[in-house]
Nanobody
Framework: QVQLVESGGGLVQAGGSLRLSCAAS????????MGWFRQAPGKEREFVAA????????RYADSVKGRFTISRDNAKNTVYLQMNSLIPEDTAVYYC?????????????????WGQGTQVTVSS
């Protein structure tokens, strides 16, 4: 059974950093595009970042560009989201997603597998 498990969330002050991890199991995702999404209370899920299978292509939402970095370690079947200069507006549940193909998609509908999410709370 395919599983994506996020970790690394927590409570941090504005200006701080967190590193989220998403560990995949049940199959190898080394040829899969991977993405991070988030959903704040009362809001729709939104795209945060995506990475192609090789890591050569990355995409970011404008709201996080320059502050967040997505990366992956295919040997460990893990994708990361380094979040720096956090602001209260980054508070949300962050979800990892994997696609059955290799592209770095922005659209959530292109992803086939989702994790349960990890809470990130940024205090002002």
């Amino acid at each position: 059974q395919v599983q994506l498990v996020e970790s690394g969330g927590g409570l941090v002050q504005a200006g701080g950093s967190l590193r989220l991890s998403c560990a995949a199991s049940g199959r190898t995702f080394s040829s899969s595009g991977m993405g991070w999404f988030r959903q704040a209370p009362g809001k729709e899920r939104e795209f945060v970042a995506a990475i192609s299978w090789s890591g050569s292509i990355t995409r970011y939402a404008d709201s996080v560009k320059g502050r967040f970095t997505i990366s992956r370690d295919n040997a460990k079947n893990t994708v990361y989201l380094q979040m720096n200069s956090l602001i209260p507006e980054d508070t949300a549940v962050y979800y990892c997603a994997a696609a059955d193909n290799s592209y770095a998609y922005r659209g959530g509908d292109n992803y086939d597998y989702w994790g349960q999410g990890t809470q990130v709370t940024v205090s002002s």
